[in-house]
């Protein structure tokens, strides 16, 4: 099994529909994050969280909001969503500071 | 000018040839540094990190100039494999804002021919 799991790989939504992403991960890791990458873009920082008690929002948190449910397992979710959302989704675990990041394999998300 | 910053290319390389990428980092503070690779609608992976002294692994060679703020990639013997993109990124580490988070050059694409 993946270290880091991301659900579903690829999906298919409406405009205006409410969306959730899952990621979850056995590294034992405190940090998680979530980023979006677009082509020629690079990647995007969301929502990161150092902790089940605490939440951060990153550089393009609008349209966006996240749960960190449990130290294994942080959600994104797209509370209406919109065409321009239409990206891959990364979430990456860290061990803490000075450390690189594990990244889950993606979810596609096309918004119609 | 961006935090960190890389040649976008694409290198076009033939197979065994040398090709070395470059990056440049805003923050003199920054603390780490790696190499990422990423394989088309794949996710970015952990090639190297990169140490103050220089540090390799077979035939990656990865430099860092504090004094330019600079970090180099160097790849010998190319491969058809080692066609991806090449990530420069660097942890800021300088407190603030800055805190905890990587941040991500926009990629080097490396193409290898035959």
């Known amino acids: 099994d993946a270290d880091v799991t991301q659900t579903p790989r690829n999906r298919i939504t409406k405009t205006g529909k409410r969306i959730m992403l899952e990621c979850s991960q056995t590294?034992?890791?405190?940090?998680m994050y979530w980023y979006r990458q677009d082509p020629g873009l690079g990647l995007q920082l969301i929502y990161y969280s150092f902790d089940v008690k605490d939440i951060n929002k990153g550089e393009i948190s609008d349209g966006y909001s996240v749960s960190r449910q449990a130290q294994a397992k942080f959600s994104l979710s797209l509370e209406s969503a919109i065409p321009n959302q239409t990206a891959l989704y990364f979430c990456?675990?860290?061990?803490?500071?000075?450390?690189?990041?594990?990244f889950g394999s993606g979810t596609r998300l096309t918004v119609v | 000018r961006k935090e960190v910053e890389q040649d976008p290319g694409p290198f076009n390389v033939p197979e065994g040839a040398t090709v070395a990428f470059n990056c440049t980092y805003s923050?003199?503070?920054?603390?780490?540094f790696f190499w990422y690779r990423q394989d088309c609608r794949k996710e970015p992976k952990l090639l190297m990190s990169v140490y103050s002294s220089g540090n390799e692994d077979g035939r990656f060679t990865a430099q860092l100039n504090r004094a330019s703020q600079y970090i180099s990639l160097l790849i010998r013997d190319s491969k058809l494999s080692d066609s991806a993109t090449y990530l420069c990124v660097v942890n800021p580490n300088a407190g603030g804002t800055s805190y905890g988070k990587l941040t991500f050059g926009q990629g080097t694409i490396l193409t290898v021919h035959p």
């Open positions: 990456a675990t860290s061990d803490g500071e000075g450390y690189g990041y594990t």
């Open positions: 590294k034992g890791h405190d940090r």
């Open positions: 923050n003199s503070a920054s603390q780490s």
